[in-house]
């Protein structure tokens, strides 16, 4: 995800708390069994400089109070594992709407980090739209500084006196990039050429543009899990055509041999409203990987821009745009160009401009009084 990515990226260079949303011990039970109900250390070393904390919360999230009474408890609990790595609070990144600890943990700078438009993530995730609207307001009003992930986004947080931020999200280019040495993954059996769509199989995917191109003949891999609020039977059902393989889920760490011996990374997205306000990590994920990309024209994709970047918007135009990046072949030039795009937008490139827009220049892990969880 995102915000773990960006949270790496801002330990190589400030010390980080990663605050978890609240953890409820009925949560636990339910996924894990009675015997997860007995809590683990909150407080987790994930590596030098980055510490992970899962605050104790009520459980039922979406009934009327409940997220205003667990963002209270959770700052509790924040500030006591501050005291207890004897470390100040120098700024508060905030990027969880309806749990917010912004504020309340004495921080030097508070910050809202808005990473999509969460009146849009609201109705996929069974959220209140306005409940969501109210949130968002109230966090931006709060904020010394507002952090926008997305054009669209920064947009639509403009006020008098406010100009949000604008820093998209980054990609992990280092870890993308082994896709030029490695092997592609065994179990891909398909003929070359084909596509590649990476991701949760879901109400966001517009299914028409990937039928279109399996009709013409286009061939295409699935890395990813059917999305719950996904529609299973239509993806099993483009994943029985021939030429079409689906691998299922696939470990982060895994991902790049997938792409290996793709010709063409796809962002065949609809139009939803939290669509137009996101930030399709893949993108540059593909880019990474040496792929062009082939996309509808979302803000994020023509924000990104360049030659490797093929937007449409229609099956037609789509499976056009896709065929001829697979007729076209890659070249070392050509992968090299993009694996180059993909690192200027590094997740460590992000994190340098997220500190220096909240007043952290530099690199404090050596001044660092922060001490690692005992």
């Excluded at 790496?8 to 605050?19: E, I, K, N, S």
């Excluded at 953890?23 to 250390?41: F, L």
């Excluded at 099956?315 to 056009?320: G, Q």
Aim: aromatic content about 6%; proline content about 8%.
């Amino acid at each position: 995800m995102a915000d773990q990515q960006l949270a790496a990226a801002l330990a190589r260079r400030f010390p980080v708390l990663y605050v978890e949303p609240p953890e409820s011990a009925a949560t636990r039970i339910r996924t894990g069994g009675a015997k997860s109900a007995v809590r683990r250390d909150p407080l987790e070393l994930l590596e030098p400089g980055l510490i992970r904390f899962t605050p104790e919360g009520l459980p039922g999230l979406s009934r009327p109070g409940i997220g205003a009474l667990n963002a209270r408890l959770s700052a509790v609990q924040v500030r006591a594992a501050l005291r207890r790595l004897r470390a100040r609070p120098m700024a508060c990144l905030e990027g969880n709407v309806m749990v917010p600890v912004m504020g309340r943990i004495s921080e030097c700078a508070k910050a809202y980090w808005a990473q999509d438009d969460a009146e849009g993530m609201a109705p996929l995730i069974g959220g209140r739209v306005q409940a969501y609207a109210r949130a968002t307001r109230r966090l931006a009003e709060k904020a010394d500084i507002v952090i926008a992930a997305n054009p669209v986004v920064a947009k639509s947080l403009e006020a008098p006196g406010r100009t949000p931020l604008l820093i998209p999200f980054g990609c992990d280019a280092a870890h993308f990039s082994t896709a030029r040495d490695a092997l592609p993954a065994a179990e891909i059996h398909l003929a070359h050429p084909y596509a590649v769509f990476m991701g949760h199989l879901g109400e966001r995917i517009e299914l028409p543009l990937l039928e279109r191109l399996v009709d013409d003949g286009g061939r295409l891999l699935l890395v990813g899990p059917v999305h719950p609020r996904g529609d299973a039977a239509a993806f099993h059902a483009l994943a029985r055509r021939a030429g079409v393989q689906w691998v299922g889920a696939v470990g982060f760490e895994r991902l790049p041999t997938y792409l290996t011996g793709a010709a063409v990374g796809l962002v065949p997205y609809n139009r939803s409203r939290f669509n137009l306000g996101s930030f399709p990590l893949k993108a540059l994920e593909y880019l990474a990987a040496g792929l062009p990309v082939v996309a509808t024209p979302l803000p994020a994709m023509s924000w990104i821009g360049g030659p490797d970047v093929h937007m449409a918007n229609t099956p037609e135009l789509f499976s056009a745009a896709v065929r001829a990046a697979m007729t076209a072949g890659r070249d070392d030039a050509s992968d090299e160009r993009r694996r180059s795009l993909a690192r200027a937008h590094s997740w460590d490139a992000r994190a340098l401009s997220v500190l220096r827009a909240i007043g952290l220049t530099g690199s404090a892990r050596l001044d660092s009084k922060a001490k690692e969880p005992s």
